[in-house]
Structure formats: C-alpha cells, structure tokens
Nanobody, 124 residues
C-alpha cells in the first residue's frame, strides 16, 4: 500500500513558477514509477509527466508542458517533484500524483495509487 500526499499548489501569475511535491509512504518507493496528471473543470484527467522506477529512471512529458515542466524524484525522501516554469492560464487544474510499479505510463488507468490532488491556478 502506498499513500501519496501532494503539496505546493497555489495561485500564480502567468509566466511564474511553482514546484509541486508528492510525498509517498512505504519502504519501496524507489521501485514505483510516478506520474503527474491534471484535471481542469469540465475536462478529463490528462497526463502531464512521468518518471520510471527502479533502474528505469526515464522521464516522459506531455507535449503541452515539454520544455516548461520537469519531473524528478528523491528516493531518499520518498518524494517526487514537478517543477513548473513559464506557467500559462491553461495550466490551471487540480494536479494529482500517482504511482504504479516500475514502468512509467501515460495512461492514468495504469496507475494503482493516487493522491488527493493540489490546486494550481494561473492568472492571466
């Protein structure tokens, strides 16, 4: 069982930055792939970024955030981060982190564990 708690959301002006954190419980965090997803009002949940677990520490990004967002992890702290730069109003959403075993995936349905989400609002 893995419990995930996101933090770091808030209100920021367009062009600004935020860093989201997702703290995980459990002793096997390093073996989990971690993903960030977001959901805006009236829209489906969409993939943002993911990072592999174990020795498969590859990263993946949605085209809409590539070059602006960076996912990283600190296994010693059981934490995954999402650094978000050059934020745009269309980045406004609830951001969720999720975990699945080893291999990162862009499909939300492949993830087993989910956090409660953190709100990110970007004003124009």
């Amino acid at each position: 069982q893995v419990q995930l708690v996101e933090s770091g959301g808030g209100l920021v002006q367009a062009g600004g930055f935020l860093r989201l954190s997702c703290a995980a419980s459990g002793r096997t965090f390093s073996s989990y792939a971690m993903g960030w997803f977001r959901q805006a009002p009236g829209k489906e949940r969409e993939f943002v970024a993911a990072i592999g677990g174990g020795s498969i520490v590859t990263t993946h990004y949605a085209d809409s955030v590539k070059g602006r967002f960076t996912i990283s992890r600190d296994n010693a702290k059981n934490t995954v981060y999402l650094q978000m730069n050059s934020l745009k109003p269309e980045d406004t959403a609830v951001y969720y982190c999720a975990a699945r075993v080893l291999v990162a995936d862009r499909n939300a349905h492949q993830y087993t564990y989910w956090g409660q989400g953190t709100q990110v609002t970007v004003s124009s």
